[in-house]
């Protein structure tokens, strides 16, 4: 049971080229969702799915897409990266219980992106 | 607005206990959730709290208010493994999560 797993753990890019961060969770959970986390700020949610065929934008979806093709997998892709993205980017999923808020999310260890 | 407010950076003694404040403003309330990070590791999750009182899991203690929007979370017989941030999260009324920056917490011998 590898919980959630994000790659590559670091990328430096240049500016305008494009990239993929991959995650992948093998708990069956519904819910998925990726984080950008900067210094003297609150994790800030870019984009997350409630599943299979469906995703939703979060606080800062700009310059940033995503899919989810299957339950397990949950890819961000940078479109033309800019200086401004440069931050550690966190998967996260977890169940959904409609009748509580305690959903406990299960974060992947990160991706520390480099813009240039 | 939404807002999570926790102060920026603690210190306490090998051995003592802490008290980590979080106040919140938010549209709604479903939770409050504290998780501990490592630097340069990913945040784990440490308590959830719906309703107004304290919670014990161990060493940690989590506590609530709904009325004053206030949370705090009590360490006791700190170890150094416990130098890490501390992150706050609140679930507003449309099940999204809003977190706070997060609290350094240094340990000293």
């Known amino acids: 049971n590898a919980g959630v797993t994000q790659t590559p753990k670091f990328q430096v890019l240049k500016t305008g080229q494009s990239m993929t961060l991959q995650c992948a969770q093998d708990?069956?959970?519904?819910?998925m969702s990726w984080y950008r986390q900067d210094p003297g700020m609150g994790l800030r949610l870019i984009h997350y799915?409630?599943?299979?065929?469906?995703?939703d934008q979060g606080e800062v979806p700009n310059g940033y897409n995503v899919s989810r093709s299957t339950t397990e997998d949950f890819p961000l892709r940078l479109l033309s990266a800019a200086p401004s993205q440069t931050s550690v980017y966190f998967c996260?999923?977890?169940?959904?219980?409609?009748?509580?808020?305690?959903?406990?999310?299960?974060f992947g260890a990160g991706s520390r992106l480099t813009v240039l | 607005g939404q807002n999570i407010d926790q102060p920026t950076e603690m210190t306490a003694t090998e051995g003592a206990i802490v008290q980590i404040n979080c106040t919140y403003q938010t549209s709604g309330f479903n939770g409050l959730f504290w998780y501990q990070q490592h630097a340069g590791e990913a945040p784990t999750f440490l308590s959830y709290n719906v309703l107004d009182g304290l919670e014990e899991k161990g060493r940690f203690s989590s506590f609530l208010s709904r009325s004053k929007g206030y949370s705090y979370l009590l360490l006791k017989e700190l170890q150094m493994k416990d130098s890490a941030s501390y992150l706050c999260?609140?679930?507003?009324?449309?099940?999204?999560?809003?977190w706070g920056a997060g609290t350094k917490l240094i340990i000293k011998p």
């Open positions: 799915s409630v599943g299979a065929g469906i995703t």
């Open positions: 996260a999923s977890s169940l959904m219980d409609g009748n509580s808020g305690a959903n406990v999310l299960t």
């Open positions: 708990m069956n959970h519904e819910y």
């Open positions: 999260a609140v679930m507003d009324s449309n099940y999204q999560l809003i």
